[in-house]
């Protein structure tokens, strides 16, 4: 069977070069629009200068959360193309702009683009990757993304040097826009890949269905015991172990006529092939968020880690070209390196770490990753207070450190967060979940702006950096204690291979076996 980035290679590099083209854009105002408010139009206040920062999140958060039902309703490739066509004015807006207020306002189009863009992307991958690739699915993205941004953000700072700030950088930073757009014509949809999804996850036990959707594990001992005992006529139970819970089946038969079912002591009707007591009757999307939100404390947990995460990144983004160009004085050419660094560590670790989070569980990477972005922003601060603020190199070698220790923790966290958040649902509702995950996580951005701006204002960048990285130790505190984590490290790809190498119950082809645990190959390697 091929895997899914081979079977469907064409449809990977679509979906990947609309992911270049979207970090391109953020790369040119992560590079130049911080520089340009103080240089270009003049602003000196933190405040000020970080509402750019703010209208880009809040307007970003919005659109995570619409996207999600959107997308689930009329389809990913529609939501991706309004996100493209809605962020193709932004660009050149900028190079005719005359205030700081008027790119401020502009950039609330950008961040709904984004936001649109960012949840339809990352649904294709899911989708395409299937359920037991998650974590390889947002790591890849999010690689892809933030990969592309720093090295954009080199691109921007080397052409605003050569030729300014206006209008060569952002005539390049429009043609990227439309060559997105272009990707999306041979895109196809994947809302179909999604209805198999949930009708495999349906045809389960209803009290699995949560289960199937946080790959749930089946332990070999268990399948070992049970290809023993498939030797005999009958046998007298079934388990299935997941993260502490057991449920336990009842095997009879073979019948009269060769068949075979299994009872579930809680329910007694008996289960086979025909049965559609399973398939739960979907509630409202208003009402099946309302309760994740309310009873499922590791989709809470995980949305506050994401905003926090955001809310240092919204501080970072606003901040790190002016702190170290006019804070301290650097060259452009040390500043274009240190404002770069830090997105590139997070864009290349991510192509492994949300990958390794699939095979080792969440817990360990969102706890390493909080506790390393809660170190490298204390340590940012070090530098000015031993040292004063001219710039120098060992100013330049503390900070280099800290970009790369900030770029691994969030890589370690980044996918991780919302791989988790996607285990926690039906597949049906992943979309809802997703997006509204995003809108917490990108409403960061928001109160990092307006939080962090007020602050610089009041004690200056060190004290903010310390701040900050108080926030992030209350994210890690969530996940170390509050996260429990529903992920078995033995995920749904060791059942499938444990089937394929010794199928239990005899061949998981007969007709006459239940679907808890009959997939179709290519179901399973969407």
Sequence with gaps: ????????????????????????????????????????????????????????????????????????????????????????????????????TG?????????????????????????????????????????????????????????????????????????????????????QDTLALVQVEQSNSEKLDHDMRMKYARMASIQ????????????????????????????????????????????FPDDEATLNENDDDSIAERDPPLKTLMRL???????????FAGLVMNFKDGFAWGSFPVFFSHEHMLSDSHTDMLVALYPLCWGFAQAFTGALSDHFGRKLFLVAGTASCAIACALYAVPGI?????????????????????????????????????????????????????????FGYVIGALVCGSLQDAVGYEWTFIFVALVMTVALLFMALVYKPTFDPHDFESVHMNMQASPPFGSLRDPDVPHLLHDDDDDLNM
Excluded at 144 to 161: C, D, P, Q, R, W
Excluded at 399 to 419: E, K, N, R, S
């Design 1 to 100: 069977m091929l895997p899914p980035w081979l079977k469907d290679a064409e449809q990977f590099i679509l979906i990947f070069t609309g992911l270049f083209c979207m970090g391109a854009g953020t790369g040119f105002e992560r590079s130049l629009l911080p520089r340009m408010a103080v240089h270009t139009f003049h602003e000196y206040s933190a405040v000020t200068r970080l509402n750019f920062v703010a209208t880009f999140g809040l307007s970003k958060a919005i659109a995570n959360a619409v996207s999600g039902p959107i997308s689930d309703k009329f389809g990913r490739k529609p939501t991706l193309v309004g996100g493209f066509l809605i962020g193709l004015p932004v660009m050149p807006f900028i190079i005719i702009a005359q205030s700081w």
């Design 103 to 187: 790119i401020t306002f502009m950039n609330i189009l950008f961040g709904f683009s984004q936001g649109l863009l960012g949840s339809a992307l990352f649904f294709l991958l899911i989708d395409l990757m299937g359920p037991t690739r998650r974590g390889i699915a947002v790591g890849l993205g999010e690689c892809t993304i933030y990969v592309s941004t720093a090295l954009i953000n080199i691109l921007a700072g080397k052409l605003a040097t050569e030729y300014g700030y206006r209008p060569v950088p952002f005539y390049v930073a429009t043609a990227f826009s439309i060559i997105g757009l272009v990707s999306t014509y041979p895109l």
């Design 220 to 263: 070999p001992s268990v399948l070992d015991e049970e290809r023993e005992l498939l030797k005999k006529d009958t046998f007298e139970s079934w388990a299935m172990s997941t993260e502490g819970s057991t449920l336990m089946s009842y095997r009879t038969g073979p019948d009269e006529n060769g068949k075979v079912s299994f009872r």
């Design 293 to 303: 939100i309310v009873e499922n404390p590791n989709y809470t947990s995980l949305c």
């Design 386 to 442: 031993l040292w004063g603020a001219q710039g120098d190199y060992r100013h330049v070698g503390v900070w280099i450190f800290c970009d790369v220790l900030l770029g691994l923790g969030t890589a370690l966290a980044y996918p991780a967060l919302q791989a988790g958040a996607a285990d926690e649902v039906d597949p049906v509702n992943r979309g809802l979940a997703l997006g509204f995950y995003r809108f917490v996580r990108d």
